[in-house]
């Protein structure tokens, strides 16, 4: 397990309140018991911490869990590489 | 008519936002885009905008968080050196009833819609002391009608309007207008989302206007650009409604041009 999913995990506890066993790579959103705003709140908190931009574009892709972590490991990478 | 001029309009990517900031470039104005979610979609709007032979600048921010705010104005001054316009737009909020409402939909709503307000302001006023300048707030119907499940959007623009009033005395002796203009539901993609999303049905009344067709984004624009052009001078701390006679006659308007 990667130090930016840990870095995801809590945030996203943090902010919708869910238990961190429930952060399967499958995990969706129904499953987090996440609402439009606490995803929201989630994704300005992801941009603030890893200094990256994840436009709705982007986001209304997500299906899980899995794929913040893809993502944000995707965006952190290819700000690294810059 | 407002060539030269600077305007900053918020939550500028699409919807209202995006329709005000193409009728001020039209105008000759040189707009800032401001977005929070919707890169492409301001990216588009500042493309359409040059393609009008205006300075178009983007700027991302979201405007709930005071130090975005910030970095957004400290942007704008060292780009523009001064501001002219200034269009408070941006707005969120979550379809909730007010027994449903915890504290962090109430404040994300309040922060994005009023607070906001008075935040930018008090940033925009420096960038355009002693020049004077425009500022105009979008509101809704809603504001003191009662909608479903806009509870915590209503009262924010409740918030909204009553601080258009106080700003207006207030910076009237810096030749400042303010103002705002409210809308009822408005073709926006968050107008329909939340039409869709309500408890109206097909025979909804809120379907139609009186006029016989819903607020385009852009009848909301041309007068938000009045309230920009100097013919609106004496007019301070007004809400214009902008709602084909809604508010007058709400039992009309099944009947189409009833």
């Known amino acids: 397990m990667s130090a930016t999913e840990e870095t995801i995990k809590d945030i996203i506890v943090k902010i919708v309140h869910c238990d961190r066993e429930v952060l399967t790579p499958t995990a969706t959103f129904q499953d987090m018991k996440a609402d439009s705003l606490d995803m929201v709140q989630v994704l300005v908190a992801l941009e603030d911490e890893f200094g990256i931009e994840i436009p709705d574009e982007d986001a209304q892709k997500f299906q899980n869990f899995g794929d913040f972590v893809a993502y944000v490991e995707a965006r952190v990478a290819e700000k690294g590489s810059a | ?258």
């Open chain 2, 1 to 258: 008519m407002l060539k030269g001029r600077v305007a900053l309009v918020t939550g500028s990517s699409r919807g209202i936002g995006r329709a005000i900031a193409l009728k001020l470039a039209e105008q000759g104005a040189d707009v800032i885009i401001n977005f929070f979610r919707r890169r492409q979609a301001a990216e588009q709007t500042a493309k359409d905008i040059e393609s009008l032979g205006v300075t178009a600048k983007v700027i991302k921010a979201n405007v709930g968080d005071p130090d975005k705010i910030d970095e957004m104005f400290d942007i704008i001054s060292s780009s523009f050196g001064r501001l002219d316009i200034f269009i408070n737009n941006a707005a969120s909020g979550l379809p909730r009833s007010a027994l449903d409402l915890d504290t962090k939909g109430w404040e994300w709503t309040m922060d994005i819609n009023a607070r906001a307000f008075l935040l930018c302001t008090q940033r925009a006023v420096k960038l355009m002391e002693g020049r004077g300048g425009k500022i105009v707030a979008i509101s809704s119907l809603g504001s003191y009608l009662v909608l479903p499940g806009y509870v915590a959007i209503g009262i924010s623009k409740a918030t909204l309007e009553a601080l258009t009033r106080y700003l207006a005395i207030e910076l009237a002796p810096k030749g400042i207008c303010v103002n705002a203009v409210a809308a009822s539901l408005v073709t926006t993609e968050a107008g329909m989302l939340y039409a869709r999303g309500g408890q109206q049905g097909e025979s909804s009344p809120w379907q139609t206007t009186p006029v016989g067709r819903l607020v385009a984004p852009e009848d909301v624009a041309n007068v938000v650009a009045f309230l920009c052009s100097e013919e609106a001078f004496m007019i301070r701390g007004q809400i214009i409604i902008v709602d084909g006679g809604t508010s007058l006659a709400p039992f009309t308007l099944t009947s189409k041009g009833g």
